[in-house]
């Protein structure tokens, strides 16, 4: 369906055929699994990376590059590198949420009162046990909430990945 033809009565018509095909179902099926896929691998990458302070100081002028880089500008290396399979696809999705959500999760784990570390530590408690027990607790519904806000993005990255298998240009 072309721009053109893209009326609402031609999207309710090719909305129903797919339907009756069984076909709505089925790419709805994939885009889930996409988006879980991607956005679980980005969440396993991000939230370590955004709770490591070392971590985060080696990466940051990296990941404070790319996180401005849109994610399709990745669609023709990830080709290449990957085919126009699923992995290429779930490689976008990974892209457009894991920079974001690593500085999100860094910011969470920020705004853990020093004065909480101080107490842990007095009273004798190893930095992964501080991680563990007091950082980990306090900046976990920062974290939950930065995965909230970029859930809705992978979202959106899911359908740059199926464009960017159908796109005219892409022929396979």
């Known amino acids: 369906m072309s721009d053109a033809e893209a009326s609402p009565g031609a ?3 090719a909305f129903a055929e797919m339907a009756a095909r ?3 179902l089925s790419d ?9 896929a991607g956005f679980g691998l980005a969440v396993a990458i991000s939230v370590p990376l955004g709770m490591s302070q070392v971590a985060l100081a080696l990466l940051a002028p990296v990941i404070g590059l790319l996180r401005y880089l849109p994610a399709f500008a990745f669609i023709p290396l990830l080709i290449i ?3 126009l399979g699923e992995p290429s696809k779930i490689a976008i999705l990974v892209i457009g949420v894991v920079f974001f959500n690593t ?3 860094a910011d969470a ?3 853990v009162p020093g004065e909480l570390r101080k107490a842990a530590a007095t009273l004798g408690a190893t930095q992964g046990e501080v991680l563990r027990k007091v950082v980990w607790p306090d900046a976990l519904l920062g974290i939950l909430d930065a995965m909230r806000a970029n859930a809705a993005a992978a979202w959106s990255f899911v359908v740059v990945a ?4 159908a796109s005219p240009r892409c022929s396979a």
């Open 109 to 111: 784990v920020r705004a």
């Open 103 to 105: 500085l999100m999760t």
């Open 28 to 36: 709805a099926a994939a885009g889930r699994g996409r988006v879980g």
């Open 81 to 83: 590198w990957l085919g």
């Open 11 to 13: 999207v309710a018509q």
């Open 162 to 165: 199926r464009a960017a298998r």
């Open 22 to 24: 069984g076909q709505l």
